[in-house]
C-alpha cells in the first residue's frame, strides 16, 4: 500500500468508486481508494438496482441522465457489463394533482432535452399488460428508466479508475483521520497510516461516523427498505421483450421485472430510522430481518395494481437500509469548516445520482468549481444549526413522501417550528401561515379570519391568493411591514475589510454611510452570491444576502479569509427587525425617531445608525419591494419593542404586516431577480442583468475579474428578459419552456403573480437577438402552452421616482 497520495477516497461503494474513475477523468491519478471490507460492502449491494430521471430539483434530474447515459462509456472503457436493461419506465398518475405534477415535469425535461413522453392509460396496458388502468388517469413515460446490475456498475467503475492508475485497498479500515497544520490530512487505516491533500468521505452506510472521525457531524440517517421478488411468472417470461418499469406513487411502490419473476419494492409509511446513534462496524454482508407486517397494507394495494403478483409466489424479500439526508438529495463538496476535506455522502439513489455526485465532486475538486449550480446536494445546504434530531425526524418525513408530489407552494411539516425569532408569537397572533427555510420560520402570508391556517399544496393558484394580493395592496397603497431576519448576514471589521471586500466582491465598495449591491462571483465569472454591502464606518461593513446560503458563503468567505486583519462573523440570527415599505413607509419612520429622515436628509442608498422607538437601529434606505422603503435592523433582543414602536405609529398610515408571498409578487413587478432563481453558479453577471453592478474598472483584482471582463468584450449569447403571460389559474414555477415561432428557445427562470398591476409574470431566458419589446411567445404551464408577450418596462415605479424619492 502506497503511504502517501493526492487524494484518498473512504468507501468502495458505488459512490466512493464513481468519485474515485471521475477524478482520473480530470486527470488525478495519484488517488487512492481505502475500503473497510469488499466493493460494494454497504448499500450498493443490495440495491434493487433501478435508475430513473426523475427528480423535482431541475439540476439534480440533469445529473440523474448524466448517470445515466455515463453507463455505456463504463463498458466500453472496461468491457465489463454493468447489466443494462434499458427498458423505459412509466410512472402513472391516477389523480388530477399527479397528472398537474407530471406534466409540469414534462415540461421541464422538454427544456433538459431529455424525451419523456405523457401517455395515456390505453398506451400504459399496452406497454405493460401487467399493470390494472383501472382509475389511472395516464402516466410520464421515460425511455432512459431502468435497471442494471449494482456489483457489476461498481465494479466497472473501480476497473476503469485502476485502468488510470489509482491504487484500490480492500479489507482495510479507515480508523482515524486527522488533520495537520499545513491543511493536509493523515488517514490512519488498518493496514498503516497515508498521508494525503485530500479526503473524500464516501462512507455511505458509515458516512457519520467517519465525518465524526474529522470532528464534523454530516446530517444523514440511514432507513429500512424492503422489496421483494417473485418466483418465475408465466406473464413476465412468455413476454418477447422485457416489462418497463412502472412507479405507482398511490401505492408508493416501484416495480421491475427481475429475470423471469418480477421485483417490487415499496416506500412504506410505517417506516423507521435505522441505527440511530451509529451504524455497526460489523455490520455489511447481511441483511436486516424481513418485516412483512410494515409492508402488508402496501402489498394488498400492489395485488390490485398488479394483478398477476396474486399469483405469483415471493421468492426473496430484501430488507436493506440505506442513507438520506433531510430533503433526500446528496450531500457533496467541500465539508464548512474543513480544509480539503470533501464529502460524497448522503446518496439515496446511487444509480441514479452516483454518476453526477463523481462528476460534480471532480470537477470541484480538480477545477476548483463544479460546472453547473448544485446547490440542491451541496452539503453546505444546511448550516450549523442541524442537529440529529432535525436530521432524523425530516428523513422519515422525506422517506414517507418520496412517491408523493412535490408542490411548489408546499411547505412540509415535519421538525417545525425549529428556530423563530421573538417575532414569531406576534406574527401567530395575526394568523400568519408560516414556511421555513434553512431551519427558520418565516410569515409566508397572512390568512383571513375564517380562512384556514393552512395554504394547499398545489401547482396553480392556492387559497392564499387573495390574501396576498390584499398585501400587496397594502404596501402600494400605504405601507406594509415584515420581517428581515430571513436574510444571511455578516459582520466584516477590522483593518484590511474595505480592501478584501473590494476582492471578493465584483461591484464597488461604498463609502461610510452608503450601500452598493454587487454579485459575488466564482473565478469562473459566475454568480455565487447577490450582495448588499452596508459601509457603516471606513473597516466596518454589514453584508447581506441569502439567508439560505450561510454555510455556503461562509465556506466561501473563510477559504478566503487573510490570515489577520479582518474579522468576519455570521450575524445572521443575531441581526434581525423589520422593512416598512410604501408610500407611507417614510412617514411610519419619522413617527418612531427623531433623526431627520426626510428625502433630502436620508437618501435611497444611505445607511444610518438612530433610535428607532427605544432601541438603538442600522437603517437602510432600501427595499426588495422596489418601493419607498427602509430595513431596519436591531439585535434580537430588541425586536419586539421596534414592533410595538412601529405598530404604534402605523396607526392611521395604513400599517399592515406581510409575508414571503407578498414579498415575491412585489419584486416580480419590478423584475427584481433573485438568488438561485435568477442569480445561481449556472449564469454569469451579462445574462442576468447583474452586470450593471460590476465594476469593471476598479483597480481591485476581484475573485472572476478575468472571466468577467472578458464576457464583456466577447458580449453572451442569452439573457433575462419578462414575459407578461396569459395564464389561466397557474403561473410559472421555473424551467418551463418558452417556445419562438413553435420552437424551444429558452426557458423560465421563475415567475408567478404580480398582483398589484394584476398580471402574470414570468423571468426567462432568450438569446439576445430575440430580446425585443412586444415579442409573442409562448409558455408551457402544466401541459398547455400559454400566449406570452415579452415586456421590457417594470409594471411598478419604472423610473424609480418612488423608490428614490
Ligand atoms: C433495499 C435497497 C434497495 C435499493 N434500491 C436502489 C435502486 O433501485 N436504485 C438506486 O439507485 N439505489 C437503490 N438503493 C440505494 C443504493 O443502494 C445507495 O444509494 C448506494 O448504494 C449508496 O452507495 P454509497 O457508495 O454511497 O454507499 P455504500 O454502498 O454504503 O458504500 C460505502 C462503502 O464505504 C465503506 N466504508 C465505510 N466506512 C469505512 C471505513 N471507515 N473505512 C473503509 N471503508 C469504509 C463500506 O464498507 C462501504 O463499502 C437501494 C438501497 C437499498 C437498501
Known amino acids: 500500500m502506497k503511504t502517501s497520495a493526492q487524494v484518498v477516497v473512504i468507501g468502495g461503494g458505488v459512490v466512493g468508486c464513481s468519485v474515485l474513475y471521475h477524478l482520473t477523468k480530470f486527470g488525478w491519478t495519484d488517488v487512492m481508494l481505502v475500503e473497510r471490507s469488499e466493493l460494494t460492502s454497504g448499500s450498493t449491494w443490495h440495491a434493487a438496482g433501478g435508475f430513473h430521471t426523475l427528480n423535482a430539483d431541475t439540476n439534480m434530474a440533469a445529473l440523474q441522465g448524466y448517470t445515466i447515459r455515463l453507463y455505456r462509456e463504463l463498458e466500453e472503457i472496461t468491457g465489463l457489463s454493468c447489466g443494462l436493461h434499458h427498458v423505459g419506465g412509466v410512472t402513472l398518475a391516477t389523480t388530477p394533482e399527479r397528472v398537474d405534477h407530471l406534466k409540469a415535469e414534462r415540461a421541464k425535461h422538454r427544456y433538459m432535452g431529455l424525451e419523456t413522453e405523457f401517455i395515456g392509460p390505453e398506451e400504459i396496458a399496452k406497454l405493460s399488460p401487467i399493470t390494472n388502468t383501472e382509475g389511472v388517469l395516464g402516466g410520464l413515460y421515460d425511455p432512459l428508466d431502468g435497471h442494471l446490475d449494482p456489483s457489476g456498475t461498481t465494479h466497472a467503475y473501480a476497473k476503469a479508475a485502476r485502468m488510470a492508475g489509482v491504487e484500490i485497498v480492500l479489507r482495510n479500515p479507515v480508523?482515524?483521520?486527522?488533520?495537520?497544520?499545513?491543511?493536509?490530512?493523515?488517514?490512519?487505516?488498518?493496514?498503516?497510516?497515508?498521508?494525503?491533500?485530500?479526503?473524500?468521505?464516501?462512507?455511505?452506510?458509515?458516512?457519520?461516523?467517519?465525518?465524526?472521525?474529522?470532528?464534523?457531524?454530516?446530517?444523514?440517517?440511514?432507513?429500512?427498505?424492503?422489496?421483494?421478488?417473485?418466483?418465475?411468472?408465466?406473464e413476465v417470461y412468455e413476454r418477447e421483450s422485457e416489462l418497463p418499469h412502472v412507479m405507482d406513487p398511490e401505492g408508493e411502490s416501484y416495480l421491475r421485472q427481475e429475470g423471469?419473476?418480477?421485483?417490487?419494492?415499496?416506500?412504506?409509511?410505517?417506516?423507521?430510522?435505522?441505527?440511530?446513534?451509529?451504524?455497526?462496524?460489523?455490520?455489511?454482508?447481511?441483511?436486516?430481518?424481513?418485516?412483512?407486517?410494515?409492508?402488508?397494507?402496501?402489498v394488498a394495494f400492489a395485488c390490485k395494481r398488479f394483478p398477476v403478483l396474486e399469483r405469483a409466489g415471493v421468492k426473496?424479500?430484501?430488507?436493506?437500509?440505506?442513507?438520506?439526508?433531510?430533503?433526500?438529495?446528496?450531500?457533496?463538496?467541500?465539508?464548512?469548516?474543513?480544509?480539503?476535506?470533501?464529502?460524497?455522502?448522503?446518496?439515496?439513489?446511487?444509480?441514479?445520482?452516483?454518476?453526477?455526485?463523481?462528476?460534480?465532486?471532480?470537477?470541484?475538486?480538480?477545477?476548483?468549481?463544479?460546472?453547473?449550480?448544485?446547490?440542491?446536494?451541496?452539503?453546505?445546504?444546511?448550516?450549523?444549526?442541524?442537529?440529529?434530531?432535525?436530521?432524523?425526524?425530516?428523513?422519515?418525513?422525506?422517506?414517507?413522501?418520496?412517491?408523493?408530489?412535490?408542490?411548489?407552494?408546499?411547505?412540509?411539516?415535519?421538525?417545525?417550528?425549529?428556530?423563530?425569532?421573538?417575532?414569531?408569537?406576534?406574527?401567530?397572533?395575526?394568523?400568519a401561515v408560516f414556511g421555513a427555510a434553512y431551519g427558520m420560520e418565516a410569515v409566508n402570508y397572512f390568512a383571513p379570519e375564517g380562512e384556514p391556517l393552512f395554504e394547499t399544496p398545489s401547482f396553480r393558484r392556492s387559497n392564499a391568493f387573495d390574501a396576498t394580493g390584499e398585501e400587496v395592496r397594502a404596501v402600494r397603497e400605504a405601507v406594509g411591514i415584515n420581517e428581515i431576519h430571513n436574510f444571511g448576514k455578516y459582520r466584516v471589521t477590522g483593518p484590511g475589510a474595505r480592501d478584501w471586500i473590494d476582492r471578493m466582491m465584483a461591484g464597488r465598495v461604498p463609502k461610510p454611510g452608503r450601500l452598493s449591491l454587487t454579485p459575488m462571483l466564482s473565478p469562473k465569472g459566475r454568480l455565487i452570491g447577490d450582495f448588499t454591502i452596508s459601509c457603516l464606518e471606513e473597516e466596518t461593513f454589514q453584508l447581506t444576502a441569502s439567508f439560505g446560503a450561510q454555510a455556503y458563503h461562509m465556506r466561501w468567505f473563510l477559504q478566503h479569509l487573510p490570515e489577520s486583519g479582518v474579522s468576519l462573523e455570521n450575524v445572521s440570527t443575531r441581526r434581525i427587525g423589520f422593512q416598512i415599505a410604501g408610500p407611507?413607509?417614510?412617514?411610519?419612520?419619522?413617527?418612531?425617531?427623531?433623526?431627520?429622515?426626510?428625502?433630502?436628509?436620508?437618501?435611497?442608498?444611505?445607511?444610518?445608525?438612530?433610535?428607532?422607538?427605544?432601541?438603538?437601529?442600522?437603517?437602510?434606505?432600501?427595499?426588495?419591494?422596489?418601493?419607498?422603503?427602509?430595513?431596519?435592523?436591531?439585535?434580537?433582543?430588541?425586536?419586539?419593542?421596534?414592533?410595538?414602536?412601529?405598530?404604534?405609529?402605523?396607526?392611521?398610515?395604513?400599517?399592515?404586516?406581510?409575508?414571503?408571498?407578498?414579498?415575491?409578487?412585489?419584486?416580480?413587478?419590478?423584475?427584481?431577480?433573485?438568488?438561485?432563481?435568477?442569480?445561481?453558479?449556472?449564469?454569469?453577471?451579462?445574462?442576468?442583468?447583474?452586470?450593471?453592478?460590476?465594476?469593471?474598472?476598479?483597480?481591485?483584482?476581484?475573485?472572476?475579474?478575468?472571466?468577467?471582463?472578458?464576457?464583456?468584450?466577447?458580449?453572451?449569447?442569452?439573457?433575462?428578459?419578462?414575459?407578461?403571460?396569459?395564464?389561466?389559474?397557474?403561473?410559472?414555477?421555473?424551467?418551463?419552456?418558452?417556445?419562438?415561432?413553435?420552437?424551444?428557445?429558452?426557458?423560465?427562470?421563475?415567475?408567478?403573480?404580480?398582483?398589484?398591476?394584476?398580471?402574470?409574470?414570468?423571468?426567462g431566458f432568450l438569446p439576445v437577438e430575440m430580446i425585443a419589446e412586444g415579442l409573442a411567445a409562448e409558455i408551457e404551464i402544466l401541459g398547455d402552452l400559454r400566449p406570452a408577450t415579452l415586456i421590457t418596462t417594470p409594471l411598478f415605479d419604472a423610473d424609480g421616482a418612488r423608490m428614490r424619492g
Not at 497510516?193 to 457519520?208: D, P, Y
Not at 442608498?605 to 430595513?631: F, W
Open 260 to 298: 423471469r419473476g418480477i421485483c417490487i419494492g415499496f416506500y412504506e409509511q410505517n417506516c423507521d430510522p435505522w441505527a440511530v446513534d451509529w451504524t455497526p462496524w460489523d455490520f455489511g454482508h447481511e441483511l436486516l430481518e424481513n418485516k412483512m407486517e410494515r409492508i402488508e397494507d402496501s
Open 175 to 234: 480508523k482515524a483521520t486527522t488533520q495537520r497544520s499545513d491543511g493536509t490530512w493523515d488517514i490512519v487505516t488498518e493496514q498503516g497510516t497515508i498521508h494525503a491533500e485530500h479526503v473524500v468521505n464516501a462512507g455511505g452506510l458509515w458516512a457519520r461516523e467517519v465525518g465524526a472521525m474529522a470532528g464534523v457531524y454530516l446530517p444523514l440517517h440511514p432507513m429500512e427498505h424492503q422489496y421483494l421478488v417473485t418466483e418465475e411468472t408465466p
Open 316 to 431: 426473496t424479500v430484501i430488507n436493506g437500509p440505506f442513507t438520506f439526508a433531510p430533503d433526500g438529495n446528496p450531500l457533496v463538496g467541500p465539508v464548512p469548516g474543513l480544509r480539503n476535506y470533501w464529502s460524497a455522502c448522503g446518496v439515496m439513489a446511487g444509480f441514479s445520482q452516483g454518476g453526477g455526485v463523481g462528476l460534480s465532486l471532480a470537477e470541484w475538486m480538480v477545477e476548483g468549481e463544479p460546472s453547473r449550480d448544485v446547490f440542491a446536494m451541496d452539503v453546505a445546504r444546511f448550516g450549523d444549526w442541524i442537529t440529529p434530531g432535525y436530521t432524523r425526524t425530516k428523513v422519515r418525513e422525506n422517506y414517507q413522501r418520496r412517491f408523493s408530489i412535490s408542490y411548489p407552494n408546499e411547505e412540509l411539516p415535519a421538525a417545525r417550528p425549529f428556530q423563530t425569532t421573538p417575532a414569531y408569537g406576534i406574527w401567530n397572533e395575526q394568523r
Open 584 to 763: 407611507n413607509a417614510r412617514a411610519l419612520l419619522a413617527r418612531t425617531t427623531r433623526a431627520d429622515v426626510s428625502a433630502d436628509a436620508f437618501k435611497f442608498m444611505d445607511v444610518k445608525e438612530m433610535d428607532v422607538g427605544l432601541t438603538r437601529a442600522v437603517v437602510q434606505r432600501v427595499s426588495y419591494t422596489g418601493d419607498l422603503g427602509y430595513e431596519i435592523y436591531v439585535g434580537a433582543d430588541d425586536q419586539r419593542s421596534l414592533y410595538a414602536a412601529l405598530s404604534e405609529a402605523g396607526e392611521g398610515l395604513g400599517l399592515r404586516p406581510f409575508g414571503m408571498r407578498a414579498m415575491m409578487s412585489l419584486r416580480l413587478e419590478k423584475f427584481f431577480g433573485s438568488w438561485l432563481r435568477e442569480f445561481s453558479p449556472d449564469y454569469t453577471p451579462m445574462e442576468t442583468g447583474m452586470d450593471r453592478f460590476v465594476s469593471y474598472n476598479k483597480p481591485a483584482d476581484f475573485i472572476g475579474k478575468a472571466a468577467a471582463l472578458k464576457e464583456k468584450a466577447e458580449g453572451v449569447s442569452r439573457r433575462i428578459c419578462a414575459f407578461a403571460v396569459d395564464a389561466a389559474d397557474a403561473d410559472v414555477v421555473a424551467y418551463e419552456p418558452i417556445y419562438v415561432g413553435g420552437e424551444i428557445k429558452g426557458f423560465v427562470t421563475s415567475g408567478g403573480y404580480a398582483h398589484y398591476p394584476r398580471k402574470s409574470i414570468a423571468l
